[in-house]
């Protein structure tokens, strides 16, 4: 079987969202964490490969390289179509990397225009009039203006995807997407002979994303959320029907959660007020010098194997702005990424069965320190938030990642439920 269509994700949970999507559609999907080379295998009877970068927040020159790299493999596994993720709040920098990524992409492919859509209604993201909402605030009056690395602090996606390309931007309104298919492809074609290059689509439901994504299935580089995944996805036959991978049954379970995002922040909230073993790293005493992460493990040693525990850097935007001020924000995420890795590896060498990763970088890190490379995705807990299947050198591994911003309040708690 050829492979259908090759994503690049931008971090490893938004390549676990992505994947969740396209395997939603019916496509046997593979998910690779890092720029895979030519010993990384890929099942043969795969429809869709997800390569899941740690981009988001890299230097330009660096995404771009390291996305142009993961292309590169994906053609050479039979990709006739690129999909670049990213998340569906668009969080990026005057700088890049959205725009610099898909520039360098469609340069590569030879193609001159892109359909680009970060909506995901069912984790209250829309788009209307070219603005990005979260449920119902405009992106930068929500919880996202205080993001750690990438705080958004405008609404506009035009505007935003302007200041990162020299190419022109336009945008297709909701009442051309709700004309269908056809309508959406002809402003496509208008777009292009108008010069226009990134053309930013309009959606507020899944039936809107299943119209743009049938209108795009020829494009070469198409860009976005899992939103427009899935609509893409359902747009290509059906030719695996195959049950996901159940829950995870049983095995000791662990909580790391490195984000600070408001939902993890509640996820966090709801762990501690059912009386669950919690431990809050002190990232300021680890850049002092202090063995946080033996102190950690002491601590884990002690509690109840039958029940889960959660360890977190997660802090308010007060107190992430105070360890900010003091170690500056690289050295801050290097201190979080470091600890957090460190005890992934630790827990599992202890028995660790069941392990649910809160933040993108956190997961990058956590994946990176246990030599994960390649994982099946399963079902899903909460909407772009699945279980997914790995081995590693102390056994089998059932793991979640999770975006900071993904999941019901409860979700840590009913993620580890032992379902034996």
């Known amino acids: 079987m050829t492979l259908r269509i090759g994503c690049i994700a931008d971090d490893f949970t938004g390549g676990t969202d992505v994947a969740a999507a396209f395997r939603r559609a019916g496509l046997r999907t593979a998910l690779v964490f890092g720029v895979p080379d030519a010993t990384t295998p890929l099942p043969a009877d795969c429809d869709a490969a997800v390569i899941a970068l740690k981009s988001r927040s890299t230097p330009a020159a660096e995404a771009v390289e390291e996305s142009l790299a993961a292309q590169r493999w994906l053609w050479s596994k039979g990709a006739a179509q690129i999909y670049f993720k990213y998340c569906s709040t668009f969080d990026s920098t005057p700088k890049g990397n959205i725009g610099p990524v898909t520039d360098a992409l469609l340069d590569a492919a030879g193609t001159d225009i892109t359909l680009a859509c970060p909506a995901s209604p069912p984790n209250g993201r829309t788009v209307y009039q070219g603005h990005l909402f979260v449920h119902d605030q405009l992106l930068s009056d929500s919880p996202l203006r205080h993001h750690p690395l990438n705080p958004m602090t405008d609404s506009s996606l035009?505007?935003?995807?302007?200041?990162?390309?020299?190419?022109?931007?336009?945008?297709?309104?909701?009442?051309?997407?709700?004309?269908?298919?056809?309508?959406?492809?002809?402003?496509?074609?208008?777009?292009?002979?108008?010069?226009?290059?990134?053309?930013?689509?309009?959606?507020?439901?899944?039936?809107?994303?299943?119209?743009?994504?049938?209108?795009?299935?020829?494009?070469?580089?198409?860009?976005?959320?899992?939103?427009?995944?899935?609509?893409?996805?359902?747009?290509?036959?059906?030719?695996?029907?195959?049950?996901?991978?159940?829950?995870?049954?049983?095995?000791?379970?662990?909580?790391?959660?490195?984000?600070?995002?408001?939902r993890?922040?509640?996820?966090?909230?709801?762990?501690?007020?059912?009386?669950?073993?919690?431990?809050?790293?002190?990232?300021?005493?680890?850049?002092?010098?202090?063995?946080?992460?033996a102190e950690a493990l002491t601590w884990f040693d002690a509690q109840d194997p039958a029940l889960p525990v959660?360890?977190?850097?997660?802090?308010?935007?007060?107190?992430?702005?105070?360890?900010?001020?003091?170690?500056?924000?690289?050295?801050?995420?290097?201190?979080?990424?470091?600890?957090?890795?460190?005890?992934?590896?630790?827990?599992?060498?202890?028995?660790?069965?069941?392990?649910?990763?809160?933040?993108?970088?956190?997961?990058?890190?956590?994946?990176?320190?246990?030599?994960?490379?390649?994982?099946?995705?399963?079902?899903?807990?909460?909407?772009?938030?699945?279980?997914?299947?790995?081995?590693?050198?102390?056994?089998?591994?059932?793991?979640?990642?999770?975006?900071?911003?993904?999941?019901?309040?409860?979700?840590?708690?009913?993620?580890?439920?032992?379902?034996?």
């Open 158 to 262: 035009p505007r935003l995807l302007a200041a990162q390309s020299p190419h022109r931007v336009g945008l297709i309104p909701l009442p051309t997407v709700r004309a269908g298919v056809d309508a959406v492809r002809e402003a496509l074609l208008a777009h292009r002979h108008d010069g226009v290059r990134h053309v930013i689509a309009d959606a507020l439901t899944d039936d809107d994303l299943a119209v743009l994504g049938a209108a795009a299935l020829e494009l070469p580089v198409v860009t976005g959320a899992a939103g427009l995944a899935e609509g893409l996805g359902h747009a290509y036959p059906v030719t695996n029907t195959s049950a996901a991978e159940p829950m995870p049954a049983g095995g000791r379970a662990a909580v790391l959660a490195g984000s600070c995002s408001a």
């Open 310 to 420: 959660l360890v977190h850097a997660s802090a308010s935007p007060d107190e992430l702005a105070a360890v900010q001020r003091q170690l500056g924000v690289a050295e801050a995420a290097a201190q979080v990424e470091g600890l957090l890795g460190t005890l992934a590896v630790q827990f599992v060498e202890r028995g660790v069965r069941r392990l649910l990763v809160a933040g993108g970088e956190t997961s990058g890190a956590v994946t990176t320190a246990l030599d994960i490379r390649t994982v099946l995705v399963g079902e899903e807990a909460d909407p772009g938030v699945p279980w997914t299947h790995a081995t590693t050198a102390h056994g089998d591994l059932s793991l979640m990642l999770k975006s900071g911003n993904f999941g019901a309040p409860d979700l840590f708690l009913r993620a580890l439920e032992d379902h034996t």
């Open 264 to 293: 993890t922040l509640e996820q966090i909230a709801q762990f501690y007020a059912a009386g669950l073993p919690s431990l809050h790293l002190d990232v300021l005493a680890a850049a002092a010098g202090r063995d946080i992460a």
